[in-house]
């Protein structure tokens, strides 16, 4: 995909200040959220047993319920333990033909999954021993490791503490 470059790249760097300057407030300014958090992200996949796999055999994520979708005949709904409370879920549509993940509006770009340094590494380990493509942290980023499912979701395991985006607190 072309990258802005020239007059083009700083009128959306110009933007992006604009809109930091308009919406972004002070950890003192900021009222509370109005949720409790993410219950679970709900994508779709192509294949149950072979999502279920990749999730809880390659990534360790427990596979925590499998059951039909209530607003689906045959379809499955089932959920993975990704920590402190959340879940990642997963809906199958059978008889459905679905084109390949595409990276557009509307899609999910990626997931960035909090992980500590020791699972960071174990992570990596994983990947290389199956056969899984992923890029970095050998690309200047030096936290980060992206993959893709065999659904096509992006995947980050970001090694930093949750709430934090590159050392810094964005959580009071």
Known sequence: MPQPEGAELEAV??????L??????APADRRPTTVQGVHHIALVCKDVEETI????????????ELVENRDYAGSSHFFFDIGNGNLLGFFDFPGHDHKPFEETIGAVQHLALSTSPEEFEKAKARLTE??????GPDRGVDNSLYIRDPNGVGLE???EELGRFEGEPLLG
Do not use: T, W
């Open 157 to 159: 395991f970001y090694r």
């Open 130 to 135: 199956a056969g899984v493509d992923y890029l």
């Open 13 to 18: 760097r110009a933007r992006r200040a604009d």
């Open 53 to 64: 796999r990749f999730y809880q055999e390659l990534l360790g994520f427990p596979l925590v």
């Open 20 to 25: 930091r300057g308009k919406y972004l407030q």
